[in-house]
């Protein structure tokens, strides 16, 4: 079992940065893949980017690949995501997930509450 709790988004203007953490509890978090998946107002859920569980190997979608980036430290039983250059298409609630760590969000098993981050043009 893991438990995931969001932070760090916020309103930014276009062109901006944000850093989204993911802080996990339980003891399966250094075994687990994580994601981060959003859902825009009306709109399905994307798969943003995933992380191995030991970060080796990560994954993005294809609307954000270059401009995010994912991390982790299992130290700290966090996951991160370095967002840049954002557009007003990336205003999204944004979920970090436990699971398989591929780009499927019906693949992941743990949810965060999620963070609302929001760019304005």
């Known amino acids: 079992q893991v438990q995931l709790v969001e932070s760090g988004g916020g309103l930014v203007q276009a062109g901006g940065s944000l850093r989204l953490s993911c802080a996990a509890s339980?003891?399966?978090?250094?075994?687990?893949?994580i994601g981060w998946i959003r859902q825009a107002p009306g709109k399905e859920r994307e798969f943003v980017a995933a992380v191995s569980h030991n970060g080796i190997y990560t994954a993005y979608g294809d609307s954000v690949k270059g401009r995010f980036t994912i991390a982790r430290d299992n130290a700290k039983n966090t996951v991160y995501l370095q967002m840049n250059s954002l557009k007003p298409e990336d205003t999204a609630v944004y979920y970090c997930?436990?699971?398989?760590?591929?780009?499927?969000?019906?693949?992941?098993?743990?949810w965060g509450q999620g963070t609302q981050v929001t760019v304005s043009s």
């Open positions: 339980g003891r399966t978090f250094s075994s687990v893949a």
């Open positions: 997930a436990g699971g398989s760590g591929d780009r499927n969000p019906e693949h992941y098993a743990y």
